[in-house]
């Protein structure tokens, strides 16, 4: 069964820009070659971690939302826990209510509902 998830991996900060679109490059061929749709993607770029993890206070953020088959995530997981250049990644299954969520925030929705909000309280 076909179904919507979105992925975010934290690459190590120590990476150059061509070494980590290589890395995004790397994981959106292992999606496509495994008939996985790519419905969208974000890079957050260089960001401070929470708590340092492997001695890093900072990690490039890289976002991909798609759709697939189930078997696809283990796969997808077994190839983010043999790449030395991550240090963290979440996979997620995404229902039908975070899918209209993220289908109205890239749309503007979320920005037009809070100017709403915002004029509404003044």
């Known amino acids: 069964m076909v179904r919507q998830y979105e ?4 690459m190590t ?5 061509d070494q980590v679109k ?3 490059k790397k994981y959106q061929t ?14 957050w770029g260089l960001r401070k971690l929470a708590y340092p ?7 490039f953020y890289y976002l991909i939302e798609f759709k697939a088959e189930g078997d696809l995530i283990a796969k997808l997981e077994l190839a983010y826990k043999r790449d030395e250049k991550l240090l963290r990644f979440l996979t997620v299954s995404l229902d039908k209510h975070a899918i209209a969520y993220n289908e109205k ?7 037009k509902q809070q ?8």
């Open 105 to 111: 925030k890239r749309s503007g929705g979320m920005r």
């Open 22 to 24: 290589e890395t995004v």
């Open 13 to 17: 900060p120590v990476l150059s820009d």
């Open 30 to 43: 292992l999606l496509t070659d495994n008939g996985a749709e790519i419905v969208y993607e974000n890079n």
């Open 7 to 10: 992925t975010v991996f934290i």
């Open 53 to 59: 993890i492997q001695k890093k206070s900072t990690g």
């Open 115 to 122: 100017e709403a909000a915002a004029a509404k309280s003044e």
